[in-house]
């Protein structure tokens, strides 16, 4: 399946790219070649093969949650770019009058 020049000027233009004639061409030649090569897997049988989510073995690498001593909270704002009164200070997001 080949791909017109309107059809990778379009593709571009979804992307918001700015494409020179050149890379245009070689855009349309790849694409192409990209999508016979799906043409291709499509004609695979798969009648006898169950679908699958993945191919590796499913386990948990969480540690139990367990509760520790907290942070000091000088420890914990000694990197903040701001603070006061003991808090992170931000810039507000929203203004009331």
């Known amino acids: 399946m080949a ?3 309107e059809e990778v000027e379009h593709i571009a ?5 700015a494409l020179t004639e050149e890379e245009k ?6 694409l192409s070649a990209i ?3 799906f ?5 695979v049988d798969t009648t ?3 679908p699958t989510a993945t191919v590796l073995p499913l386990r948990n690498i ?3 949650d367990e509760p520790g001593e907290p942070m000091p909270r000088e420890q914990l704002l000694q990197n903040a770019p701001a603070q006061a009164d003991g ?3 931000v810039q507000p997001i929203l203004e009331f009058d």
Not at 13 to 17: D, F, P, S, T
Not at 39 to 43: I, K, P, V
């Open 3 to 5: 791909l017109s020049r």
């Open 35 to 37: 999508l016979e090569y």
């Open 48 to 50: 006898g093969i169950p």
């Open 13 to 17: 233009e979804l992307a918001k790219l």
């Open 25 to 30: 061409a070689l855009f349309a030649e790849q």
């Open 62 to 64: 969480f540690r139990p």
């Open 87 to 89: 808090c992170f200070q």
């Open 39 to 43: 043409h291709r897997l499509q004609e």
